[in-house]
């Protein structure tokens, strides 16, 4: 890492951007022996993914850390917590942070909300060293992103590592297709006027916002023809690996629910639904990784940095037309399994013509890698800037109350059916990127030996214990359980043995609570270290016995 307290890494999802910040983590806390970690996600759910993966390495992070819980336990070596948690809590993550190694995940995300720039700044300014990663390069259309180094309004990254060479690298990830489905919408506007196009007609900004939006809709015929195609070719994909996986990215939730029932009935299968309303779906979408289930429906919530490698196929049936949040949706699919031969993946998009040009330009970046690679080639991973308009915006609510769908179809669909209704090859017309060769090749038939990262020594203080007494070395002590996990185990088998001894003793919980602290040395269970609990709960276990 060079010189400076700020390191900007731009790598495209799949490439291993978590792995890499972690090898750098551990290696910064074994040369600064103390030093904490923080790293900040943008969800709730990327906090466990990130807390997950530092056991790992040996680290231990606190995902459900708050202000409130005090000094960080000894055996943490840090904590995770997201933007909007820093905005909150900016003064006492600046006393956690200082001197820390802080990673920001996916940087761009400080510019959601002009208040949390100046958050971030405040609360890690004060930080040894800051490595920001992001998955696609951006830009500063209103306030720079702080810890952000600014060419001509565009971040400048320190490394960058595009799509094209993660294909032409091989084993790191797949090569995407697009089918693209052109349809014939009609629907009433905003202005009350019936308008009639398909995704060829050239509209104004409005209207060919409001002719996605009729596309999408439940009412038309269109998402159900789509849907009918993305869902027989990854039934052709399972055929050669059994949990292959669908993603369907939703408008919102009523749109996701919709999609699910029209699923249902159409396929036999019901999609599990993962939206951020939902307080259960960080629980859903870890559920689904670890299946086989087919389909799973979200609403943003599997856009960006979520991990479930076994994605083959995704359904672009949302009205944001960003090309971040599209390359973002893309990296779903993108992330190389190993053991698993010819992984192409497909990406079902509306014929838009914004979401042709983004396909067109990843799909020129694969062109690109699977042909043999002559001096010149240009497969950075740069894109054009948002455009922050480029939303579906159809005017305001009384507008909207005039806007209703009257139809939508399919024309030209991207493939044929062969028997039994299945997807054929080769790539179905209207797929970008073919092969110049007239073939598909994947990038790399079999990946070769996967680099394998060992974790120097640990921090002092890294070591832990397990629930069973025996010692961990921060190496994630029980098979599948991080030491926040462990420690939630713990803690609950304390309050349970603290209940025992209020009905033994007549003792009322806060006094029963505070001798066990005191037996074990605890100022607050939130500040206990692993050891720590299992103290409190021999103490708690001899106490009984005595009573």
């Known amino acids: ?63 459900e850390w708050s202000a409130r819980d005090g000094e960080l336990p000894s055996d943490m070596h840090g904590i995770v917590t997201t933007y909007q948690q820093v905005s909150t809590s900016f003064g006492t993550l600046a006393k956690l942070s200082k001197g820390a190694f802080v990673i920001l995940d996916e940087i761009h995300h400080a510019a959601d909300d002009r208040s949390w720039g100046t958050a971030i700044l405040d609360a890690f300014g004060g930080a040894a060293r800051r490595l920001s990663l992001s998955g696609t390069p951006f830009r500063s259309d209103t306030s720079a992103i702080p810890f952000v180094d600014y060419h001509m309004e565009q971040a400048r990254s320190d490394y960058e590592y595009g799509y094209g060479e993660a294909l032409a690298d091989g084993g790191v990830v797949r090569p995407v297709y697009f089918p693209r489905i052109n349809g014939f919408m009609e629907w009433v506007s905003a202005s009350g006027e019936v308008v009639a196009a398909t995704f060829e007609d050239e509209l104004p900004r409005e209207l060919a916002n409001q002719r996605l939006r009729t596309a999408l809709s439940l009412e038309g015929e269109w998402l159900s023809t789509v849907l009918d195609q993305s869902h027989d070719r990854l039934m052709d994909l399972r055929r050669n690996q059994s949990d292959a996986g669908g993603l369907i990215i939703a408008i919102d939730q ?21 939206v951020s309303d939902d307080p259960t779906a960080s629980d859903k979408i870890a559920a689904f990784a670890d299946t086989d289930s087919p389909w799973i429906v979200a609403v943003r919530m599997v856009s960006e940095g979520v991990d479930i490698p076994r994605l083959r196929i995704a359904v672009f049936a949302t009205t944001t037309t960003t090309e971040l949040f599209f390359r973002q949706a893309v990296g779903r699919i993108v992330r190389w399994t190993r053991g698993v031969r010819n992984q192409k993946a497909y990406f079902f998009v ?36 948002d455009d922050p308009e480029d939303h579906v915006s159809e005017g305001d609510e009384e507008q909207m109350s005039l806007f209703s769908v009257i139809g939508a179809v399919s024309l030209g669909e991207s493939g044929q059916s062969g028997p ?5 090859d080769p790539e179905p017309e209207g797929v970008f990127g073919d092969d110049p060769d007239g073939e598909m090749r994947d990038s790399r038939e079999e990946p070769g030996v996967d680099l394998v990262l060992m974790p120097p020594p640990l921090p002092s203080g890294a070591t832990a214990r397990t629930t069973d007494g025996s010692q961990s070395h921060g190496s994630g002590s029980a098979p599948g359980l991080t ?38 040395g605890i100022k607050r269970i939130s500040e206990a270290s692993l050891e720590q609990l299992e103290a409190r709960l021999t103490a708690a276990r001899k106490w009984l016995r005595s009573a």
Do not use: C, Y
Request: net charge positive; aromatic share 4%; hydrophobic share 40%.
């Open 1 to 63: 890492m060079k010189e400076s307290a700020d390191f900007l890494a731009v790598a495209t999802p799949g490439a291993g951007k978590t792995t890499f910040a972690l090898a750098a983590a551990v290696q910064d806390l074994v040369d600064n022996p103390g030093r904490r970690l923080v790293v900040v996600a943008p969800t709730q759910h990327l906090k466990v993914q990130w807390s997950r993966a530092a056991t790992k390495f040996g680290l231990h992070l606190d995902p």
């Open 420 to 424: 039994g209704g299945n997807f054929v």
């Open 350 to 385: 509306p014929d838009d013509p914004r979401l042709r040009h983004f396909a067109a330009t990843l799909a020129e970046q694969r062109r690109h890698s699977l042909r043999k690679r002559t001096e010149g080639d240009d497969d950075s991973g740069s894109v054009m800037p």
């Open 254 to 274: 009523e749109h996701a629910s919709g999609i699910a029932d029209l699923m249902e009935r159409r396929t036999g299968t019901r999609p599990v639904v993962a």
């Open 483 to 520: 030491l926040r996990e462990q420690k939630i185990r713990l803690r609950d088998a304390n309050a349970d043995m603290a209940a025992e001894l209020v009905r033994s003793t007549g003792w009322t919980h806060p006094q029963v609570n505070a001798e066990l602290n005191r037996l074990s």
